[in-house]
């Protein structure tokens, strides 16, 4: 696909993501055309600032994609589902921030660092990973590319700006009340539809999203399955624990690698710091390592506490650290968009 300028329209254009695929197509200078800020019905009406001037949000629906070039979504899974293959019928291309169709085997997943390959063989519809995934295999790729990879454990710790605009504005009330000692309410997390919702505000919750008949949870089960399909790997041993802390924004995760070959570690740190948007932080000595705070509207992943573990000579662990709104979501988006149409990052 190529043009000057494109038509994007962004769905959920006033949710946390969508709120930060706007200001990202402006401030990385994305071809816009014309944007279609598109929203629920309850939503529509109101306004967006795109570009220095106000855009009225529209209501999503199948004619809403006539003429859209590029439709990036991040409504919810069921929106997605509903709307995503009427905006292919009409000619759009599709980048899906949900759960859709992430697994569809016809869709592809990825991560522009990862494995941008495989979008030379998308049908309309192209699938951003989840926000965990997308940090933990950016991290992954120059370990897999050199030594490769036998098995993964991740620990999550993940910021509650991964559950919406609700569980932000929860934590803040929820903190305000316990330092003036008032009663604590609890109506989002860990998952809103859940009959049972726990506080966040001073406590970690180890759920999240809903459970699996499997004990796991789905949001450790898309870690699992998503890492194997982005490197194209089955073999990959995966396993995750999910956490939601009391953090506004910015994932981390605690990351431990075996690899099918041995390896210098300054040259893994070497390795890491010549990936496109990684950022190194690895002194452990100086106190130097990635924290969540300054990661915050920062779109690179943060990489540290890298250290041989002691009881395997072939694993590695570290430390891995991004903003869930950016790389985590839109920016990584946008990224996609920018790869089909050859835009310089």
């Known amino acids: ?30 071809p816009v055309k014309e944007l279609r800020p598109l929203a629920s019905k309850r939503s529509a009406g109101q306004k967006v600032m795109f570009r220095g001037n106000e855009v009225t949000v529209q209501e999503a629906l199948p004619e809403s994609f006539a ?107 929820q903190s305000k009340a316990v330092l003036e000692g008032k009663e604590v309410s609890a109506h989002v997390l860990p998952v809103g539809r859940l009959n049972k919702h726990y506080q966040q505000a001073f406590n970690v919750i180890p759920q999240v999203d809903v459970a699996e008949e499997n004990g796991f949870t789905l949001e450790e089960m898309k870690m699992i399955r998503e890492t194997k399909k982005i490197f194209g790997d089955d073999s990959i041993d995966v396993t995750a624990t999910c956490v939601r802390v009391p953090v506004m ?38 106190q130097v390592y990635p924290m969540p705070i300054n990661a915050e509207d920062r779109t690179e992943v943060f990489v540290g506490r890298l250290r041989r573990d002691l009881n395997n000579p072939r694993a590695l662990n570290m430390w891995v650290v991004s903003d869930n709104l950016l790389k985590g979501a839109a920016t990584n988006t946008i990224q996609i968009a920018e790869a089909l149409i050859g835009k310089d990052k």
């Open 1 to 30: 696909m190529s043009a000057n300028e494109f038509v994007v329209a962004v769905v959920g254009a006033t949710g946390a993501v969508g709120q930060q695929m706007l200001k990202y197509l402006e401030k990385r200078d994305f």
């Open 67 to 173: 003429g859209v070039d590029f439709a990036l979504f991040s409504a919810g899974g069921s929106v997605s589902k509903a709307l995503a293959k009427e905006a292919v019928k009409r000619g759009t291309v599709v980048i899906d921030n949900t759960n859709a169709f992430r697994m569809d085997p016809e869709v592809p997943l990825v991560v522009p660092e990862v494995n941008p390959e495989a979008l030379n063989h998308h049908k309309g519809i192209i699938a951003n990973p989840n926000c965990s995934t997308i940090q933990m295999v950016v991290a992954l790729k120059p370990l897999y590319d050199h030594y490769g990879i036998e098995k993964v454990i991740v620990s999550t710790y993940q910021a509650v700006s991964g559950a919406g605009w609700q569980a932000i504005n929860e934590l803040e009330e």
């Open 249 to 286: 924004r910015g994932h981390s995760e605690s990351v431990y690698v075996e690899l099918k070959s041995d390896f210098d570690l300054e040259e893994v740190r070497k390795q890491l710091g010549e990936v496109p948007g990684v950022v190194v932080q690895d002194a452990i000595g100086e």
